[in-house]
């Protein structure tokens, strides 16, 4: 099941990046002031109570002046009425109510989604209570009071947002057909690829502000199966600011993956393998889906007979923490390989479903630990007493040993790469979680 999406939307310098980091429980909102890199992170994975949620702070690089700051809300709430299932509006009780706070909220309201209003720098209720009052006249509910920097009334505020969350599990369960998320840097020609598949031109690409509002989800029929593509192209939007580009498309590609079985990364054959695009990847791979990486545009490219060996040697470089990712050469302008893709998705989905019997299994780590020997510290060894594999979508293994601290990452390395060697696992990450079993 996909976690919500919720977005804070709010002017600058109302605490966005204070309730983002309070929220996600870590300082991951770092500004840095070098040209051309991303300012912060923007995403987080939060849990309240027994929901969890994906976390998008909309916030981008502050304006300077009044218009521009009026475009920049704008902008910020969009982005958050596209992609968000709840919207947190931020204000800020020192501040007041402003006329930038009225225009976000008339966006917020005509777009139906859930809004929940915040106060935020209410570091005393008492005495600032009857300033919180003045926000009931943008007409979105109850204001909750907060202070983000003192952690004041976060959990009515979660509360609230949590209400909204919809209870549409079954609804999900009942829906098995494959979901593969198409995902890249604008121009890459995600949406080609999707109109090739279909064999039609069904997703329109402008750069008309508000042309298109939500990923689209595309089905096509293959070999009889079907299949969902989310689309995360023509999602670019008339911007001054390059960053917020980047923004835009990272949020975007954030709420796609997160309701994908497969995640399909295009790169441009052109360009190359950039930065973006291990950006990018490292979202599919922090979530643990199944990735394959299709090289598009191949057609363009002059070749001789090392080229796709030179090719392949500075993806798998660039993209070093993914080296089970499937790998594919395409052209969506000819057509070029793009009946492969189904058998690659395919294969990976296999591959994510894959169950390993607990005795199969444990011959192949007893094996890996005859082959080489686990690892010891001050006279004591690491010790392996038996390994199970406890989920599937990835596939998801617990090591019970004698010693977790004597467990270093190089030998969880070592065991994941003997079990991909005897099982496969191609196109999947691997989960490992380490456990101490004591007396033993």
Known sequence: MSKPIVAIVGRPNVGKSTLFNALAGEEISIVKDT???TRDRIYADVTWLDRAF?????GGIEPDSRDVILSQ????????????DVIVFLTDVRQGLVDADSKVADMLRRSGKPVVLVVNKVDSFGKLMPDVYEFYNLGLGDPIPISSASRLGLGDMLDEVAGHFADNSEEEEEDDRPKIAIVGKPNVGKSSIINKLTGENRVIVSDIAGTTRDAIDTNVMHNDQEYVFIDTAGLRRKSKVKEELERYSIIRTVTAVERADVVVLVIDAVEGVTEQDAKIAGIAHDRGKGVIIAVNKWDAVEKNDKTIYEYTSRIR????????????????LTGQRLSKLFDLI????????????????????TEAV???????????RLKIFYVTQVAVKPPTFVIFVNDKELMHFSYTRYLE????????????????????????
């Open 73 to 84: 809300m704008r902008e910020q709430a969009q982005i958050a009425i596209d992609t968000a």
């Open 417 to 440: 790469n003997k079990i991909r060697e005897a099982f496969g696992f191609k196109g999947t990450a691997l989960k490992f979680f380490i456990r101490e079993r004591k007396g033993q």
């Open 346 to 365: 395919d294969l990976v989905i296999q591959n994510q479903n894959l169950r390993i019997a607990t005795g199969v299994l444990n011959e192949i780590v």
């Open 370 to 380: 005859a082959l080489q020997q686990p690892p010891s510290d001050k006279g004591k």
């Open 35 to 37: 040209p051309g890199v």
């Open 317 to 332: 470089n660039t993209l070093s923490y993914m080296p089970y990712a499937e790998m594919i050469f395409l052209s969506a």
């Open 54 to 58: 994906t976390l998008i702070d909309t």
